[in-house]
């Protein structure tokens, strides 16, 4: 019985071959032109795929050297300082509008965003969180390229805008490394608006869902802060 299955299958392979061996020579010169025209594609898309990898190699090095030249020549004096970051930031994205694929294509806005962050220039810091993550969406770092155009807000003293960002990330983003401290964020900010019922809420989902994470506790603490508070606001 084994040994008529085998046949069998050997049969339909035996078949198989003769009839693509009868087309190859009825078709010859459609089988010639395919296999050239597959071939030619396959010799174009290592092509492309060996200049884009050179060209990546070489954007990440023009980077490198612009930022080692930021750095070299960090002046004392703020005005200058701000003019060399305004300066060196207009280079880097330079070279990252011009990239296609690759380190600099991918993660050049987060770097320029963290050069004013560092500066305390959260305006542009901001900007260049949300270029970043308008660009790369799917990233593993667009939540925390979110979360830090959503601090650079805070910083701005936009609460509200803060709170838009961090909606956002909850939304997009509500399985990320980062959701126990978006949670955390949007409790805080809540609190801040006054909005003790949805701060609660929030804090709760925090010490719920991410009972291990550090902002656990936080969350506690908070909770009863407004409880705290709420006795004092309900007082005569």
Known sequence: MESREIEIRRNIVEKALMTVKDYVRHHRKQVAYGAAGTLIGAIFVMSMVVYYDHRASTELVQFEQALDKYRAGFPADDRERGAALDKAAQELAAIVDSSYWGYVHEFGYYIIGNLFFAESRYKESKDYFLRFTDKNPGSFFAPMGLQQAARSCEYLGDVKGAKQIYVVIEKEYGKSAISDQISYDLGRLSEQEGDHFK?????????????RSPFAQKAKERIMLLGVAEKKDTRP
């Open 199 to 211: 701060a609660r809420e929030y804090f709760n989902k925090v010490v719920s869902e991410f009972p």
